[in-house]
């Protein structure tokens, strides 16, 4: 059963830090895309940033030249570098990955990221 378990959200103030990490495991295959949504109270989940196993990126305008999505070295592992935090980034950030060939998506179980001073 393939599981995404993220993590590294927590309380920080404004302008400041954080890095997620998302994991994959039981997972026999290597994910086409993978990326980091977020869902704040009382709207609608939105597409942060994805990246592509080519290495293509996408993010949402709100987050352009902040955030910052790479995959690691290990097998279906993404991160998240946000930077110079707003309060309006606080939310639930989910990992999600993609395998195209099958149409599997998988969702993580959500980090709480709160940007507060």
């Known amino acids: 059963q393939v599981q995404l378990v993220e993590s590294g959200g927590g309380l920080v103030q404004p302008g400041g830090s954080l890095r997620l990490s998302c994991a994959a495991s039981g997972s026999i295959f290597r994910f086409n895309t993978m990326g980091w949504y977020r869902q704040a109270p009382e709207k609608q989940r939105e597409l942060v940033a994805l990246i592509t196993s080519g290495g293509t990126t996408n993010y949402t305008d709100s987050v352009k030249g902040r955030f910052t999505i790479s995959r690691g070295n290990a097998k279906n592992t993404v991160y998240l570098q946000m930077n110079s935090l707003k309060p309006e980034d606080s939310a639930v950030y989910y990992c999600?990955?993609?395998?195209?060939?099958?149409?599997?998506?998988?969702w993580g179980q959500g980090t709480q990221v709160t940007i507060s001073s």
């Open positions: 999600n990955a993609l395998h195209s060939p099958t149409g599997s998506r998988y």
